[in-house]
Protein backbone atom coordinates (compact mmCIF):
# COMPACT_ATOMS: atom_id res chain seq x y z
CA UNK A 1 0.00 0.00 0.00
CA UNK A 2 1.00 3.78 -0.42
CA UNK A 3 1.94 5.56 2.92
CA UNK A 4 3.67 8.27 4.48
CA UNK A 5 6.93 7.94 6.45
CA UNK A 6 9.05 11.40 7.40
CA UNK A 7 12.04 11.71 5.83
CA UNK A 8 13.91 13.61 8.84
CA UNK A 9 12.71 16.47 11.06
CA UNK A 10 11.72 19.45 9.20
CA UNK A 11 9.25 21.36 7.16
CA UNK A 12 6.19 19.46 5.07
CA UNK A 13 8.81 18.74 2.40
CA UNK A 14 10.11 15.65 4.86
CA UNK A 15 6.51 13.78 4.07
CA UNK A 16 7.35 11.24 1.48
CA UNK A 17 4.97 9.07 -0.24
CA UNK A 18 6.13 5.72 -0.31
CA UNK A 19 5.62 1.61 -1.27
CA UNK A 20 5.06 -0.12 2.47
CA UNK A 21 3.74 -3.55 3.19
CA UNK A 22 0.01 -4.05 4.08
CA UNK A 23 -1.12 -4.18 7.57
CA UNK A 24 -2.09 -7.57 8.47
CA UNK A 25 -5.06 -7.31 11.76
CA UNK A 26 -4.40 -9.85 14.47
CA UNK A 27 -7.02 -11.21 16.63
CA UNK A 28 -9.50 -8.61 18.05
CA UNK A 29 -8.48 -5.85 15.42
CA UNK A 30 -9.46 -4.44 12.11
CA UNK A 31 -7.90 -3.68 8.61
CA UNK A 32 -9.62 -0.45 7.63
CA UNK A 33 -9.46 0.85 3.53
CA UNK A 34 -9.12 4.43 4.63
CA UNK A 35 -11.19 7.12 2.96
CA UNK A 36 -10.49 9.97 5.35
CA UNK A 37 -7.54 10.89 7.49
CA UNK A 38 -7.22 13.73 10.03
CA UNK A 39 -4.58 15.82 10.39
CA UNK A 40 -3.66 17.11 14.26
CA UNK A 41 -1.34 19.26 15.81
CA UNK A 42 0.53 15.86 16.45
CA UNK A 43 1.39 14.86 13.17
CA UNK A 44 3.40 18.51 13.18
CA UNK A 45 5.33 17.87 16.15
CA UNK A 46 5.79 14.34 15.54
CA UNK A 47 7.35 15.96 11.94
CA UNK A 48 10.15 18.46 13.49
CA UNK A 49 10.76 15.61 15.55
CA UNK A 50 9.34 17.02 19.39
CA UNK A 51 6.68 14.20 19.64
CA UNK A 52 7.98 10.22 18.74
CA UNK A 53 5.68 7.80 18.29
CA UNK A 54 5.21 5.96 21.44
CA UNK A 55 6.79 2.66 21.75
CA UNK A 56 5.79 -0.06 19.51
CA UNK A 57 3.78 2.44 17.19
CA UNK A 58 4.52 2.84 13.71
CA UNK A 59 6.55 5.47 12.00
CA UNK A 60 3.66 6.31 9.75
CA UNK A 61 1.77 9.36 11.24
CA UNK A 62 -1.75 10.48 12.07
CA UNK A 63 -4.25 9.92 14.86
CA UNK A 64 -7.32 9.24 12.85
CA UNK A 65 -9.19 7.87 9.95
CA UNK A 66 -12.72 7.19 8.45
CA UNK A 67 -12.99 4.10 6.01
CA UNK A 68 -14.94 0.86 5.66
CA UNK A 69 -13.56 -2.03 7.68
CA UNK A 70 -12.02 -4.35 4.60
CA UNK A 71 -10.80 -7.88 6.86
CA UNK A 72 -11.06 -8.62 10.10
CA UNK A 73 -8.46 -10.83 12.59
CA UNK A 74 -8.58 -14.45 12.29
CA UNK A 75 -9.75 -15.84 15.91
CA UNK A 76 -11.39 -12.51 16.35
CA UNK A 77 -14.97 -12.32 18.38
CA UNK A 78 -18.20 -12.49 16.50
CA UNK A 79 -18.97 -8.68 17.55
CA UNK A 80 -15.65 -7.81 15.84
CA UNK A 81 -15.93 -10.33 12.79
CA UNK A 82 -19.80 -8.05 12.24
CA UNK A 83 -18.02 -4.77 11.69
CA UNK A 84 -16.54 -6.88 8.35
CA UNK A 85 -17.90 -3.83 5.31
CA UNK A 86 -19.14 -1.10 8.09
CA UNK A 87 -18.06 2.57 8.01
CA UNK A 88 -16.22 3.40 10.98
CA UNK A 89 -13.71 5.37 12.10
CA UNK A 90 -10.74 4.53 14.16
CA UNK A 91 -8.78 6.21 16.95
CA UNK A 92 -4.91 4.99 16.32
CA UNK A 93 -1.83 6.32 17.94
CA UNK A 94 -0.13 6.03 14.80
CA UNK A 95 -0.39 4.98 11.05
CA UNK A 96 -3.21 6.98 9.59
CA UNK A 97 -1.84 8.26 6.51
CA UNK A 98 -2.16 5.71 4.61
CA UNK A 99 -4.12 3.29 2.27
CA UNK A 100 -5.03 1.03 4.94
CA UNK A 101 -4.37 0.66 9.03
CA UNK A 102 -4.98 -2.25 11.33
CA UNK A 103 -6.36 -1.30 14.56
CA UNK A 104 -8.07 -2.63 18.10
CA UNK A 105 -11.54 -3.18 17.29
CA UNK A 106 -12.59 -1.52 20.38
CA UNK A 107 -10.39 1.78 19.47
CA UNK A 108 -13.27 1.89 16.38
CA UNK A 109 -16.76 3.57 16.44
CA UNK A 110 -19.75 3.44 13.23
CA UNK A 111 -19.49 6.46 11.66
CA UNK A 112 -22.76 8.82 13.07
CA UNK A 113 -25.89 8.91 11.00
CA UNK A 114 -26.08 11.47 8.58
CA UNK A 115 -21.89 12.02 8.71
CA UNK A 116 -20.03 12.14 5.13
CA UNK A 117 -17.42 9.62 5.74
CA UNK A 118 -14.42 11.50 4.51
CA UNK A 119 -15.99 14.03 7.20
CA UNK A 120 -15.97 11.49 10.11
CA UNK A 121 -12.48 11.40 9.50
CA UNK A 122 -12.07 14.38 11.83
CA UNK A 123 -14.24 13.27 14.83
CA UNK A 124 -12.98 10.65 16.70
CA UNK A 125 -9.64 12.15 18.09
CA UNK A 126 -11.28 15.60 19.06
CA UNK A 127 -14.35 13.80 20.73
CA UNK A 128 -12.16 11.47 22.82
CA UNK A 129 -9.99 14.16 24.14
CA UNK A 130 -12.81 16.77 24.75
CA UNK A 131 -15.14 13.70 26.26
CA UNK A 132 -12.04 12.03 28.25
CA UNK A 133 -11.01 15.50 29.90
CA UNK A 134 -14.04 17.88 30.34
CA UNK A 135 -16.20 14.81 31.39
CA UNK A 136 -13.67 12.45 33.00
CA UNK A 137 -11.20 14.48 33.88
CA UNK A 138 -12.43 17.63 35.01
CA UNK A 139 -16.24 16.65 35.59
CA UNK A 140 -17.37 19.30 34.03
CA UNK A 141 -21.33 20.28 35.67
CA UNK A 142 -24.08 21.68 33.66
CA UNK A 143 -24.43 26.07 34.69
CA UNK A 144 -20.97 25.75 35.29
CA UNK A 145 -18.25 28.14 33.23
CA UNK A 146 -15.57 26.94 31.45
CA UNK A 147 -12.85 28.56 29.92
CA UNK A 148 -11.77 26.70 26.42
CA UNK A 149 -8.47 28.26 25.00
CA UNK A 150 -7.93 28.85 21.40
CA UNK A 151 -12.23 28.24 20.27
CA UNK A 152 -11.52 27.85 16.90
CA UNK A 153 -9.27 25.23 16.37
CA UNK A 154 -10.21 21.48 15.83
CA UNK A 155 -9.87 20.75 19.27
CA UNK A 156 -11.65 24.38 20.20
CA UNK A 157 -14.33 23.98 17.71
CA UNK A 158 -15.58 20.53 19.55
CA UNK A 159 -15.59 21.66 23.17
CA UNK A 160 -17.81 24.81 22.51
CA UNK A 161 -20.50 22.64 21.07
CA UNK A 162 -19.57 19.92 23.58
CA UNK A 163 -20.33 22.58 26.43
CA UNK A 164 -23.32 24.19 25.00
CA UNK A 165 -24.84 21.02 24.42
CA UNK A 166 -23.95 20.06 28.45
CA UNK A 167 -25.62 23.15 29.86
CA UNK A 168 -22.19 25.03 30.52
CA UNK A 169 -21.31 28.64 29.88
CA UNK A 170 -18.10 28.68 27.68
CA UNK A 171 -15.46 31.74 27.47
CA UNK A 172 -13.14 30.87 24.62
CA UNK A 173 -9.80 32.62 23.46
CA UNK A 174 -9.13 33.47 19.19
CA UNK A 175 -6.16 35.01 17.80
CA UNK A 176 -9.07 37.40 15.34
CA UNK A 177 -12.27 39.30 14.83
CA UNK A 178 -13.62 36.79 12.08
CA UNK A 179 -12.54 33.65 14.45
CA UNK A 180 -14.25 35.14 17.77
CA UNK A 181 -17.39 35.25 15.23
CA UNK A 182 -17.30 31.65 14.55
CA UNK A 183 -16.74 30.96 18.20
CA UNK A 184 -20.12 32.69 19.25
CA UNK A 185 -21.61 30.73 16.46
CA UNK A 186 -20.86 27.38 18.29
CA UNK A 187 -21.94 28.39 21.49
CA UNK A 188 -19.40 30.80 23.40
CA UNK A 189 -21.00 33.30 25.45
CA UNK A 190 -18.24 35.47 24.53
CA UNK A 191 -14.41 35.35 22.78
CA UNK A 192 -11.38 37.38 24.17
CA UNK A 193 -8.82 38.12 21.49
CA UNK A 194 -5.73 36.95 23.09
CA UNK A 195 -3.65 39.37 20.94
CA UNK A 196 -5.29 42.61 22.14
CA UNK A 197 -7.11 41.80 25.48
CA UNK A 198 -5.68 41.15 29.11
CA UNK A 199 -6.98 37.60 29.74
CA UNK A 200 -6.93 37.66 33.60
CA UNK A 201 -9.10 40.86 33.44
CA UNK A 202 -11.38 40.20 31.44
CA UNK A 203 -12.50 37.28 32.89
CA UNK A 204 -12.93 38.98 35.79
CA UNK A 205 -15.21 41.21 33.65
CA UNK A 206 -16.97 38.16 32.49
CA UNK A 207 -17.42 36.39 35.82
CA UNK A 208 -18.42 39.32 37.95
CA UNK A 209 -14.74 38.13 40.05
CA UNK A 210 -15.24 35.02 40.32
CA UNK A 211 -13.26 33.65 37.51
CA UNK A 212 -14.17 30.33 35.72
CA UNK A 213 -14.28 26.59 37.15
CA UNK A 214 -12.55 25.06 34.68
CA UNK A 215 -9.93 25.91 31.91
CA UNK A 216 -9.41 23.66 28.59
CA UNK A 217 -5.88 24.34 27.68
CA UNK A 218 -3.99 24.21 24.58
CA UNK A 219 -1.11 26.58 25.58
CA UNK A 220 0.13 25.84 28.59
CA UNK A 221 3.58 27.34 30.30
CA UNK A 222 3.07 30.99 28.90
CA UNK A 223 -0.52 30.90 30.65
CA UNK A 224 -0.28 28.92 33.22
CA UNK A 225 -0.46 31.90 35.99
CA UNK A 226 -2.88 33.63 34.23
CA UNK A 227 -4.62 30.49 34.23
CA UNK A 228 -4.27 30.17 37.62
CA UNK A 229 -5.61 33.74 38.40
CA UNK A 230 -8.47 32.95 36.45
CA UNK A 231 -9.76 30.06 37.95
CA UNK A 232 -12.72 30.38 40.45
CA UNK A 233 -12.32 28.23 44.26
CA UNK A 234 -12.23 24.56 43.31
CA UNK A 235 -11.02 25.34 40.37
CA UNK A 236 -9.59 22.68 37.42
CA UNK A 237 -7.21 23.77 34.68
CA UNK A 238 -7.08 20.55 31.96
CA UNK A 239 -3.68 20.75 30.48
CA UNK A 240 -3.90 19.15 27.39
CA UNK A 241 -1.45 20.73 24.80
CA UNK A 242 2.28 23.26 25.09
CA UNK A 243 1.46 25.57 22.16
CA UNK A 244 3.39 28.09 24.52
CA UNK A 245 5.92 25.84 25.75
CA UNK A 246 6.29 23.52 28.43
CA UNK A 247 8.43 24.89 31.09
CA UNK A 248 6.69 27.90 33.76
CA UNK A 249 6.61 29.08 36.96
CA UNK A 250 3.45 28.93 39.24
CA UNK A 251 2.06 30.55 42.00
CA UNK A 252 1.29 27.43 44.67
CA UNK A 253 -0.14 30.12 47.16
CA UNK A 254 -2.69 30.89 44.86
CA UNK A 255 -3.66 27.01 44.30
CA UNK A 256 -3.81 26.69 48.11
CA UNK A 257 -5.90 29.85 48.41
CA UNK A 258 -8.41 28.87 46.16
CA UNK A 259 -8.45 24.92 46.34
CA UNK A 260 -7.01 24.22 42.37
CA UNK A 261 -6.34 21.13 40.54
CA UNK A 262 -4.06 21.00 37.33
CA UNK A 263 -4.89 18.04 35.22
CA UNK A 264 -2.59 17.34 32.39
CA UNK A 265 -3.08 14.36 29.97
CA UNK A 266 -2.76 13.02 26.73
CA UNK A 267 -5.02 10.74 24.85
CA UNK A 268 -2.01 8.86 22.39
CA UNK A 269 0.14 7.48 25.33
CA UNK A 270 -2.69 5.88 27.38
CA UNK A 271 -2.91 2.08 27.14
CA UNK A 272 -5.28 0.01 25.17
CA UNK A 273 -7.99 -0.70 27.99
CA UNK A 274 -8.20 3.05 28.36
CA UNK A 275 -8.63 3.71 25.00
CA UNK A 276 -11.62 1.36 24.38
CA UNK A 277 -13.59 2.54 27.44
CA UNK A 278 -13.07 6.73 26.47
CA UNK A 279 -14.28 5.59 22.77
CA UNK A 280 -17.22 3.33 24.02
CA UNK A 281 -17.96 6.38 26.36
CA UNK A 282 -17.88 8.79 23.03
CA UNK A 283 -20.44 6.38 21.75
CA UNK A 284 -22.43 6.35 24.31
CA UNK A 285 -22.40 10.26 25.05
CA UNK A 286 -21.16 12.25 21.87
CA UNK A 287 -22.56 10.22 19.23
CA UNK A 288 -26.41 11.40 19.94
CA UNK A 289 -25.19 14.76 20.07
CA UNK A 290 -23.81 14.91 16.62
CA UNK A 291 -26.47 12.88 15.31
CA UNK A 292 -29.14 15.34 16.74
CA UNK A 293 -27.76 18.12 15.63
CA UNK A 294 -25.87 19.37 18.75
CA UNK A 295 -22.65 18.95 16.92
CA UNK A 296 -22.01 20.14 13.75
CA UNK A 297 -19.36 18.68 11.43
CA UNK A 298 -16.08 21.46 11.30
CA UNK A 299 -14.58 20.33 7.97
CA UNK A 300 -12.16 23.72 6.95
CA UNK A 301 -10.74 22.46 4.12
CA UNK A 302 -9.89 18.62 2.36
CA UNK A 303 -7.00 17.81 0.40
CA UNK A 304 -6.35 14.54 -1.67
CA UNK A 305 -4.29 12.24 -0.35
CA UNK A 306 -1.29 13.11 -2.82
CA UNK A 307 -1.66 16.73 -1.29
CA UNK A 308 -0.29 15.79 1.93
CA UNK A 309 2.36 18.10 2.35
CA UNK A 310 0.41 20.98 1.13
CA UNK A 311 -2.10 20.09 4.01
CA UNK A 312 0.20 20.40 6.81
CA UNK A 313 1.34 23.41 5.21
CA UNK A 314 -2.10 24.72 5.37
CA UNK A 315 -2.36 23.37 8.41
CA UNK A 316 0.70 25.18 10.00
CA UNK A 317 0.19 28.85 8.76
CA UNK A 318 -2.58 28.74 11.84
CA UNK A 319 -5.62 30.13 9.32
CA UNK A 320 -7.77 26.90 9.24
CA UNK A 321 -10.40 26.88 11.44
CA UNK A 322 -11.99 23.35 12.77
CA UNK A 323 -10.15 20.13 10.75
CA UNK A 324 -7.81 19.76 7.83
CA UNK A 325 -8.35 16.04 6.08
CA UNK A 326 -7.08 14.02 3.74
CA UNK A 327 -9.53 12.62 1.34
CA UNK A 328 -8.52 8.83 -0.37
N1 LIG B 1 -3.39 15.84 25.14
C1 LIG B 1 -4.10 15.29 24.20
O1 LIG B 1 -4.56 14.17 24.32
C2 LIG B 1 -4.38 16.07 22.94
C3 LIG B 1 -5.23 15.57 21.96
C4 LIG B 1 -5.50 16.35 20.82
C5 LIG B 1 -4.88 17.60 20.69
N2 LIG B 1 -4.02 18.02 21.67
C6 LIG B 1 -3.34 19.32 21.57
O2 LIG B 1 -4.30 20.33 21.54
C7 LIG B 1 -3.77 21.44 20.83
C8 LIG B 1 -4.78 21.91 19.80
O3 LIG B 1 -4.95 20.91 18.83
P1 LIG B 1 -5.85 21.19 17.56
O4 LIG B 1 -5.88 19.97 16.75
O5 LIG B 1 -7.13 21.82 17.97
O6 LIG B 1 -4.95 22.28 16.80
P2 LIG B 1 -5.37 23.48 15.90
O7 LIG B 1 -6.60 23.14 15.12
O8 LIG B 1 -4.18 23.91 15.17
O9 LIG B 1 -5.78 24.62 16.94
C9 LIG B 1 -4.84 25.32 17.68
C10 LIG B 1 -5.57 26.41 18.45
O10 LIG B 1 -4.67 26.97 19.40
C11 LIG B 1 -4.94 28.34 19.45
N3 LIG B 1 -3.80 29.10 20.00
C12 LIG B 1 -2.52 29.11 19.59
N4 LIG B 1 -1.80 29.95 20.36
C13 LIG B 1 -2.67 30.48 21.26
C14 LIG B 1 -2.55 31.41 22.32
N5 LIG B 1 -1.38 31.98 22.65
N6 LIG B 1 -3.66 31.71 23.05
C15 LIG B 1 -4.84 31.15 22.77
N7 LIG B 1 -5.02 30.24 21.78
C16 LIG B 1 -3.95 29.93 21.03
C17 LIG B 1 -5.24 28.72 18.01
O11 LIG B 1 -5.96 29.94 18.02
P3 LIG B 1 -5.97 30.98 16.77
O12 LIG B 1 -6.13 30.17 15.53
O13 LIG B 1 -7.15 31.84 17.06
O14 LIG B 1 -4.67 31.71 16.82
C18 LIG B 1 -6.07 27.53 17.56
O15 LIG B 1 -7.43 27.72 17.85
C19 LIG B 1 -2.43 20.99 20.25
O16 LIG B 1 -1.41 21.47 21.08
C20 LIG B 1 -2.53 19.49 20.31
O17 LIG B 1 -1.27 18.89 20.41
C21 LIG B 1 -3.77 17.28 22.77
Known amino acids: MRAYLYNGAGGPEVLDLTEVPDPVPGAGEVLIEVAGVGLNRADVMQRIGVYPPPKGVTNIPGLEVSGVVAAVGEGSDAWVQELKGKQVVALLAGGAYAEKVSVDARHVLPVPAGVDLVDAAGLIEVAATVHSNLRGEAKVAPRETVLVHGGTGGIGTFALQYLSALGATALTTVGNAEKAQLAEQLGAAHAINYREEDLVSRVKELTDGRGVDVIFDVVGAKYLQANLKSLAPDGRLVIIGLMGGRKAEADLGLMLAKRLRIIATTLRSRGADAKAEIVRGVGEEIWPLIENGQIS???????????????????????HTGKVLLRL
Do not use: L, M, P
Open 297 to 319: IQTNKVFGFDEARAAQEYFDSGE
